[in-house]
């Protein structure tokens, strides 16, 4: 089992900064992937960032140069530093982990809001 505890989300103005932070605990060594999802209102969950292990780093399209996703191991923690905001970005934001069994762990979300 993995457990997810997010933080970090908040309200900002378009253009603003923020930084999401998951605290992983548990099973950490069978995790094989780590990444946030997002879920706006009346819309479908979407990967936002993805971190595999031993694999390239995904970003969804709308997030390429604003958005970075990183790992620090020593803390079992992954970040999400997220810059340069846009309203359309207002959503609730999860952790979420992929065991080597493709068992998905979430954690319970965090809301980011961009005024513009």
């Known amino acids: 089992q993995v457990q997810l505890v997010e933080s970090g989300g908040g309200l900002v103005m378009a253009g603003g900064s923020l930084r999401l932070s998951c605290a992983a605990s548990?099973?950490?060594?069978?995790?094989?992937?780590i990444g946030w999802y997002r879920q706006a209102p009346g819309k479908q969950r979407e990967l936002v960032a993805g971190?595999?292990?031993?694999?390239?780093?995904r970003y969804e399209d709308s997030v390429k140069g604003r958005f970075t996703i990183s790992r620090d191991n020593a803390k079992n923690a992954v970040y999400l530093q997220m810059n340069s905001l846009k309203p359309e970005d207002t959503a609730v934001y999860y952790c979420?982990?992929?065991?080597?069994?493709?068992?998905?762990?979430w954690g319970q979300g965090t809301q980011v809001t961009v005024s513009s």
């Open positions: 548990g099973n950490i060594d069978s995790i094989n992937a």
């Open positions: 971190l595999p292990k031993g694999g390239s780093t």
């Open positions: 979420n982990a992929i065991d080597g069994y493709l068992h998905n762990y």
